[in-house]
């Protein structure tokens, strides 16, 4: 599929589904196209499928059935990792080595020369204050250090989706704007993101379009104002509540 400037959508999700070895289907022939250069947001509670989908996408979860295509590139592919990059929520970081041969080190991964790939690394490292701690191990960072390392990592390959789940978890105020600002001026220069919140004025406040998740499937899609309409929600809050919040049996 491809957007109207016949540039191949960025992300494109049919008749998606995982089920996994115990009988659990995490995710049940779910669609979603994202086309190139949104800053989109996915939003839903967990246990909704967002880990699950965000494993097809990098290759790291294999699909019972449907498919993943990534810049018109099958998700398997060498061309559609090389385009993903992923910033994921836990902090899963070898701890034995420096944090300046972590990014170096994932630069390997896609393919970098060593000399590209340690020039990636300062790079980085400059870009998000690490410098100074660059022979230090992830364990003796603090969070908000360990965050940035986790962000650093995942923009090494330069990559043209850039997946961010829970990026602002845990973090300071300080660190918040920061990473607000990173995802601005990134999609402005054209990356495609794709944003997993809990933070849903973080959703609002970024987004230009929102996807609703639940027990698999998408609800609901469109920008944050025209949902809140949709559903007569006064606020984004109020919205995920209506749309997303368990049902009592």
């Excluded at 669609?31 to 947001?41: E, H, R, V």
């Excluded at 390997?108 to 204050?129: I, Q």
């Amino acid at each position: 599929m491809r957007d109207p400037d016949g540039v191949p959508s960025a992300l494109v999700v049919r008749g998606l589904t995982k089920t996994y070895a115990g009988g659990f289907t995490a995710i049940d022939g779910l669609d979603l196209t994202i086309p190139a250069g949104s800053l989109f947001g996915l939003l839903g509670p967990n246990g909704a499928g967002k880990t699950t989908l965000i494993g097809a996408i990098c290759n790291l979860v294999r699909p019972t059935a449907g498919e993943v295509k990534v810049f018109g590139h099958d998700a398997d592919t060498r061309e559609a990792r090389a385009g993903v990059g992923l910033a994921e929520q836990d902090i899963n970081v070898d701890r034995f080595l420096t944090i300046r041969q972590v990014l170096t080190y994932h630069g390997g991964y896609f393919g970098l020369g060593r000399r590209e790939a340690a020039r990636r690394a300062d790079e980085a490292l400059e870009l998000f204050g690490l410098t100074a701690k660059a022979g230090m191990t992830a364990p003796e960072l603090s969070g908000g250090m360990q965050r940035r390392l986790v962000l650093a990592r995942a923009l090494l390959n330069r990559p043209r989706l850039l997946i961010l789940d829970e990026p602002t978890a845990g973090v300071d105020v300080d660190l918040r704007a920061e990473i607000w600002n990173l995802m601005r001026t990134l999609n402005d220069a054209g990356t495609t993101i794709l944003l997993t919140t809990h933070y849903l004025e973080e959703a609002e406040a970024l987004c230009d379009e929102i996807a609703l998740i639940r027990a698999g499937h998408i609800v609901d899609r469109g920008t944050s104002a025209a949902l809140r309409e949709q559903y007569a929600a006064a606020s984004i809050a109020d919205l995920y509540q209506r749309v997303l919040a368990p049902v009592a049996s």
